[in-house]
């Protein structure tokens, strides 16, 4: 009789517990780094970082950039280059310490440099950041974790750091 109690008492413990748990990862999963920092999704040109002329790679000290990119369903805007071409690719010298800010005007979407400990969520209404410090040498693809609908597959650009 007193085993059954107790069975029942460690089972239920465990489903607290794993509850508790699950809880955790949900939250942590569906709440952008910065969460606090919002923005309007419908004006996101409103906010200085992601105007046009200031999307992609800004050096702001010796070895500290900003890089200020838009998501949208179903590509990462990093600017234009001298030429007129969307950027595709940043370089970035080895040792810098990189603040990435991400926004996004439409669904969510996810922001991974694969290889890298870089790996946000980008929610519309707020603006995801990470610092980090790009100590490795290499071709990086930042890709997309969250399913945000045809066109999924091909959002993606590239980081090298030289
Ligand atoms: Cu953007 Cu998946």
């Not at 280059?81 to 439409?106: C, H, W, Y």
């Not at 790996?119 to 890709?143: A, F, R």
Request: one cysteine or more.
């Amino acid at each position: 009789k007193y085993e059954k109690v107790w069975l029942i008492f460690g089972i239920g413990s465990l489903v607290v517990f794993l509850m508790v748990l699950g809880f955790g990862a949900f939250w942590q999963g569906t709440h952008p780094q910065s969460h606090g920092v919002t923005i309007d999704p419908e004006n996101i040109e409103a906010h200085e970082a992601f105007q046009q002329e200031n999307l992609g790679i800004t050096q702001v000290a010796d070895d500290k950039y900003i890089v200020n990119i838009v998501a949208t369903a179903f590509n990462y805007d990093l600017g234009l280059d001298e030429d007129g071409a969307q950027v595709r690719n940043l370089r970035i010298p080895k040792g810098s310490t990189v603040l990435f800010q991400v926004t996004t005007p439409d669904v969510v979407h996810g922001f991974n440099i694969a290889g890298t400990n870089v790996n946000m969520m980008v929610e519309p209404g707020y603006i995801s950041s990470l610092e980090t410090v790009m100590d490795k040498t290499g071709e990086y693809t930042i890709v997309c974790n969250e399913y945000c609908g045809l066109g999924h597959h091909l959002m993606f650009a590239t980081v090298e750091v030289y």
